[in-house]
T-cell receptor
Framework: EVQLVQSGAEVKKPGSTVKISCRVS????????MHWVQQAPGKGLEWMGL????????IYAEKFQGRVTITADTSTDTVYMDLSSLRSDDTAVYYC??????????????WGQGTLVIASS | QSVLTQPPSASGTPGQRVTISCSGS????????VYWYQQLPGTAPKLLIY???QRPSGVPDRFSGSKSGTSASLAISGLRSEDEAEYYC???????????FGGGTKLTVL
């Protein structure tokens, strides 16, 4: 069974950095891209970026470029998402999602359970 | 403002058929596959339709997808109370070089 298990909720001060993990199991880690999606309270889904675990190549959304870093650790089958210079409007649930198929596909066939990040002083 | 445009809300009574539209452009829906996701309250999104009109295993055939030009639609027939959820369309955008989502449509079963 494919599983994506994310780390727990975080409360962070504005200006700081949050690091969220997504540990996968049930499939060959390097065979699928992993994406991160933001969902602010009461809002829709916003794509943040992706990593190819095979070689660590990343693509980031323009909105988050410079503040987001996505990495993959093949020794632990875990993907990480760092978001820096946190602002109050970064308060959101963050999801990791596996995509089926190649680059250019949006078939997110498995999702993590979500991690709530609250950015507040 | 989302790249893909969906109506914010839709509604229907049990047993009815409802459709949710998703409008894009030549750089996304016009040249790539469309995907649909269902998000029940308090849960992660779930893949509902892939490559325009295919259903993953376990998704009832009451759900169907279609695409024409730069628009797509999700149809739900035989509406049930458990279909009350938020629905999102998604497609790859060739200009942005990333996936884009619609703003979501909240479906209410009256």
């Amino acid at each position: 069974e494919v599983q994506l298990v994310q780390s727990g909720a975080e409360v962070k001060k504005p200006g700081s950095t949050v690091k969220i993990s997504c540990r996968v199991s049930g499939y060959n880690f390097i065979d699928y891209y992993m994406h991160w999606v933001q969902q602010a309270p009461g809002k829709g889904l916003e794509w943040m970026g992706l990593v190819d675990p095979k070689d660590g190549e990343t693509i980031y959304a323009e909105k988050f470029q410079g503040r987001v870093t996505i990495t993959a650790d093949t020794s632990t089958d875990t993907v990480y998402m760092d978001l820096s210079s946190l602002r109050s409007d970064d308060t959101a649930v963050y999801y990791c999602a596996r995509s089926h198929g190649g680059l250019g596909e949006c078939q997110f066939d498995n999702w993590g359970q979500g991690t709530l990040v609250i950015a507040s002083s | 403002q989302s790249v893909l445009t969906q109506p914010p809300s839709a509604s229907g009574t049990p047993g009815q058929r409802v459709t949710i539209s998703c409008s894009g452009s030549s750089s996304n829906i016009g040249s790539n596959f469309v995907y649909w996701y269902q998000q029940l309250p308090g849960t992660a999104p779930k893949l509902l339709i892939y490559t325009n009109n295919q259903r993953p295993s376990g998704v009832p055939d009451r759900f169907s997808g279609s695409k024409s030009g730069t628009s797509a639609s999700l149809a739900i027939s035989g509406l049930r109370s458990e279909d009350e959820a938020e629905y999102y369309c998604a497609a790859w955008d060739d200009s942005l070089r990333n996936p884009v989502f619609g703003g979501g449509t909240k479906l209410t079963v009256l």
